[in-house]
């Protein structure tokens, strides 16, 4: 019994990626200061008084000189400036998805991978009869790995873990599915 | 005289703050003081407004016996659509005075968690 | 969940990304491509000569023209800034449901779907943490449940749990009430790494 699906699947897409408010607010920051900057000497300049750090006829020499400049310090800074640039311009093209899955049902859900690998780990764990402590998992978009450290001497079902994850994960639905993998360490731990 | 008319109309507005008062209280199951009444004259009738909590049964008791609803009175929307025309209703009656509007905002729950006792 | 225009943020990233990528090519090109410094010189050289009224005469001040241009569109440019920086989230609302019409209206505050909802999922072993908030999704308030999951809960337990308390808080009020649920919790260490200790 689910109400406006349409609407809250834009909101459910909307949690699976970055809003990029963050790096958005830092160059807009970034921005203020420096146009504050500019502003201010222009208007220091109106009013006759002395520059702060850069008038504007002193900026529009530096402009007019530029080529004069040495190379080396040119180049330096030119290739750090477009480098920001490209930065910016895949911050801002890129996806930006974040660490979390879709459990589907009547209410949407969003759920963070990190509670999934905790569930992965826990089956893990059961199934091998250990202590969740000796089991790390790792979930990424479409795949998660679960480690489990066994205790010295006592072997563990390699299958029946994989089995118990598989099943675990399937009966999560996510959205997109994760192929799951167990990796058995070697080396146990004594007790 | 003028003052004795304005005195009556102060306990009138009064007498029927009280009036939108306990039936509102009644209807949503609440105490008559956690709710707060506003009479306005809108183009020579009346606008009420109303500000309470209502009380509800829990989500798990709604879960270990559904019928619990309905003996509660309906659902939130329902008790609060029925004490809107209930308050119109007895103001009219009471006062002889049109209602132009009722407007009932539910401000919090009180949930009932234990089985009521009757 | 909240108002925050995403496009926007984007937009801006990539207008700025761009103006910087051009801005660091100009030294570069000055640098690599020798008629490329050669046009600057000469252009300035002919701009210092001959310089237009506006560009060169100080008006105010040691200010010319275009100097005070500058400085009035520093400062709408800094109002901008400053409204896109300070416009960020918001969306929330108090309100879960509203109706009116001719006779009247009815609203329920936000505080009646979070009594209902904390007081049952708060219990459940499941979760050590339940918060609910609303947010308005193009004018309809939506609710949004945020439910911390303990160590190795699944959350498809989870899930159909809150949404079977969401499907009974809908029978409680009698209207369907849009809700999203976010899982959080579960271990201790990393972003997406269980190392349950």
Request: charged share 30%; hydrophobic share 50%; aromatic share 0%.
């Given at each position: 019994m689910s109400a406006a699906p349409r609407l809250v699947k834009r909101v459910v897409r909307r949690e699976l990626h970055s809003s990029r408010s963050g790096a958005a607010v830092v160059v807009a920051l970034l921005a203020l200061l420096a146009t504050a900057w500019i502003g201010t000497e222009a208007v220091l300049a109106a009013l006759g008084r002395p520059a702060l750090l850069l008038s504007p006829a002193a900026m529009a020499a530096g402009v007019r000189a530029l080529p004069s400049v040495q190379p080396t310090p040119l180049v330096v800074a030119g290739a750090v400036l477009a480098l920001v640039g490209v930065v910016l311009l895949v911050l801002a093209v890129a996806p930006g998805r974040r660490a979390r899955h879709v459990v589907p049902g009547t209410t949407p859900t969003v759920v963070e991978d990190a509670?999934?690998?905790?569930?992965?780990?826990?089956?893990?764990?059961?199934?091998?009869?250990?202590?969740?402590?000796?089991?790390?998992?790792?979930?990424?978009?479409?795949?998660?790995?679960?480690?489990?450290?066994?205790?010295?001497?006592?072997?563990?079902?390699?299958?029946?873990?994989?089995?118990?994850?598989?099943?675990?994960?399937?009966?999560?639905?996510?959205?997109?599915?994760?192929?799951?993998?167990?990796?058995?360490?070697?080396?146990?731990?004594?007790? | 005289m003028s003052t004795d008319a304005r005195g009556r109309d102060v306990v009138a507005a009064k007498a029927m703050e009280s009036v939108v008062r306990a039936v509102t209280a009644d209807a949503l199951g609440v105490a008559s003081k956690s709710v707060q009444a506003d009479l306005d004259d809108d183009g020579g009738r009346l606008a009420i407004a109303v500000r309470a909590p209502i009380r509800v049964v829990s989500i798990d008791r709604l879960q270990r016996e559904p019928a619990a609803l309905e003996r509660s009175g309906g659902s939130v929307l329902d008790r609060t659509a029925t004490a809107e025309r209930t308050i119109a209703a007895r103001v009219t009656e009471l006062t002889g005075s049109a209602v132009r509007r009722v407007g009932v905002r539910i401000t919090g729950a009180d949930v009932s968690t234990e089985r009521r006792v009757r | 969940m909240n108002a925050t225009n995403r496009g926007l943020n984007r937009l801006f990233l990539g207008v700025t990304g761009l103006l910087l990528l051009a801005a660091g090519a100009v030294p570069i090109l000055l640098v690599t491509l020798a008629p490329v410094a050669q046009r600057w010189r000469s252009t300035a050289r002919s701009l210092s000569g001959s310089a237009p009224d506006w560009v060169a005469r100080p008006v105010t001040g040691s200010a010319s023209a275009l100097v005070l241009g500058i400085a009035a569109a520093a400062l709408v440019l800094v109002v901008l800034l400053l409204v896109f920086v300070l416009r960020r989230g918001g969306g929330r609302t108090g309100t879960a449901v509203e109706r009116s019409d001719e006779a009247g209206s009815t609203r329920l505050d936000l505080a009646v779907p979070r009594a209902l909802l904390e007081q049952h999922l708060g219990a459940r072993d499941e979760f050590s943490g339940v918060h609910v908030a609303a947010y308005a999704v193009r004018g309809v308030p939506v609710l949004s449940i945020s439910a911390r999951c303990r160590r190795g809960v699944s959350p498809a337990d989870a899930a159909e749990l809150i949404g079977r308390a969401v499907d009974d808080l809908g029978r409680i009020v009698g209207a369907e009430l849009p809700a999203l649920v976010r899982l959080s919790g579960g271990f201790r260490l990393g972003r997406n790494t269980a190392r349950v200790a």
């Open positions: 509670v999934v690998a905790s569930s992965l780990v826990r089956a893990a764990a059961d199934a091998a009869g250990l202590d969740p402590d000796r089991a790390v998992a790792v979930v990424g978009r479409r795949s998660a790995l679960v480690r489990v450290t066994p205790t010295s001497g006592i072997a563990v079902d390699r299958g029946e873990i994989e089995k118990a994850v598989a099943d675990r994960a399937a009966s999560l639905r996510l959205q997109p599915a994760i192929r799951t993998r167990v990796a058995v360490d070697r080396k146990g731990k004594i007790a | - | -």
